[in-house]
């Protein structure tokens, strides 16, 4: 069944703010105004993005019975990057069920393909596809080829793979690492299928390659962006977040 993406894009199109760097690299990427959340809803609510991407704890404390008007989305998994195993596991360390109490109106997974625990995410990834479908909402799914099986996780045919993992899988919606050039990111759209293609963001850049890559991306045919700290990293973080929105929705 083809669930409804309706409330988590605009005339087809994303853009989802991401907000769960805390778990994944910890403080470092935080400033004074970013390491608090209610600054960065601030940011999500300004009618820029289509969706918040939160952990359970920040969905729970800082969104759930608040008057925010941006879609959240919250994230199933998760791991810290203390763990230096060569082959990483994120697990899974919130439901479905508790992800809609708090209000989602999508959830997310990472899938690490390549990884020597990529099986039980594949699993754990199933379960919630098959839970989320049962509730009509969509899932998104991160794939990450990470691991020691993997020596090139920027490899275009890599990424090409992790696409069609993610179409093979269920995902409503794929987040991918951009391959660097326009030929081959047009051979990971292919291979998304009907499944549809964020591009993430990943370290801050400077705002011209960042644009120029988010046309790119757009006119290969992803359906936007699901980025964090290009956005909340920036001295003006709003600023930024249009001139991303004027490129998607154009
Ligand atoms: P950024 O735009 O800040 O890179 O956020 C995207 C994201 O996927 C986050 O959702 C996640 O916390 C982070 O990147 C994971 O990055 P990595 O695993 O590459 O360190």
């Known amino acids: 069944m083809q669930v409804n993406l309706d409330k988590?894009?605009?005339?087809?199109k994303a853009l989802f703010?991401?907000?769960d760097q805390g778990l994944e690299h910890g403080?470092?990427?935080?400033?004074?105004?970013?390491?608090n959340p209610l600054k960065v809803l601030e940011i999500a609510d300004s009618g820029f993005f289509t969706g918040?991407?939160?952990?359970?704890?920040i969905a729970e404390k800082y969104f759930f019975n608040k008057n925010y008007q941006v879609p959240l989305i919250v994230?199933?998994?998760?791991?810290t990057n203390l763990i230096k195993d060569e082959d990483p596991y994120s697990?899974?360390?919130c439901s479905v069920a508790e992800a809609l109490s708090y209000g989602a109106a999508a959830v997310g997974y990472t899938i690490y393909i390549g990884s020597e625990h990529e099986p039980k995410m594949t699993a754990e990834f199933g379960k919630i596809e098959?839970?989320?479908?049962?509730?009509?909402?969509?899932?998104?799914?991160?794939m990450y080829p990470r691991g020691r099986n993997i020596p090139d996780e920027k490899d275009p045919k890599i990424i090409a793979y992790a696409a069609r993992v993610g179409l093979e899988l269920g995902a409503d919606i794929i987040k991918i690492r951009y391959t660097g050039d326009?030929?081959?990111?047009?051979?990971v759209i292919r291979n998304a299928g009907e499944a549809k293609v964020v591009v993430m963001g990943g370290s801050k850049e400077d705002e011209k390659t960042f644009l120029e890559r988010t046309s790119i991306v757009m006119d290969q045919g992803a359906i936007g962006l699901a980025v964090g700290r290009n956005i909340w990293q920036n001295p003006q973080p709003l600023k930024i977040a249009k001139k991303i929105a004027e490129i998607i929705w154009n």
């Open 182 to 187: 326009p030929v081959s990111f047009n051979w």
């Open 91 to 93: 697990p899974q360390i």
């Open 75 to 79: 994230k199933l998994n998760g791991k």
């Open 8 to 12: 988590i894009t605009k005339n087809g």
């Open 130 to 142: 098959q839970e989320a479908e049962e509730a009509g909402i969509p899932v998104i799914a991160w």
């Open 27 to 35: 403080p470092t990427d935080f400033n004074e105004e970013s390491v």
């Open 52 to 57: 918040l991407i939160l952990q359970k704890g």
């Open 17 to 19: 703010l991401a907000y």
